[in-house]
């Protein structure tokens, strides 16, 4: 996983998750897809920047797919997914992937 920025893998395990939901009407499936991109980025958050940085993008990760859920009933579905995977992808970026 070394080549793919962790600001990808964080936005579309959020993405991803939704959209696992949401067209197979099977939330437990968009779950697993955003534990399961959630436990990669979070291993190369770790890796990459140490234990500090990684518990405290998991921690956004958390609070984004947790803030999702109000946020959408501001401004939608798709637009809050988007929203919150975006602003977890450049806090990624940020504190992981621009360092390259």
């Not at 797919?65 to 946020?71: D, K, M, Q, V």
């Amino acid at each position: 996983m070394a080549g793919i920025p962790t600001a990808a893998i964080a936005a579309t395990g959020l993405v991803g998750g939704y959209a696992a939901a949401r067209w197979t009407k099977k939330r437990p499936l968009g779950g697993v897809a955003l534990a399961a991109a959630g436990a990669v980025a979070a291993r190369e958050w770790r890796r990459r920047a140490g234990n500090a940085t990684a518990v405290a993008l998991g921690g956004a990760y958390v609070a984004a797919f947790a803030g999702s859920h109000p946020l959408a009933k501001k401004i939608g579905a798709w637009p809050s997914v988007c929203a919150v995977a975006g602003g977890v992808a450049l806090a990624s970026w940020v504190a992981v992937d621009r360092r390259k």
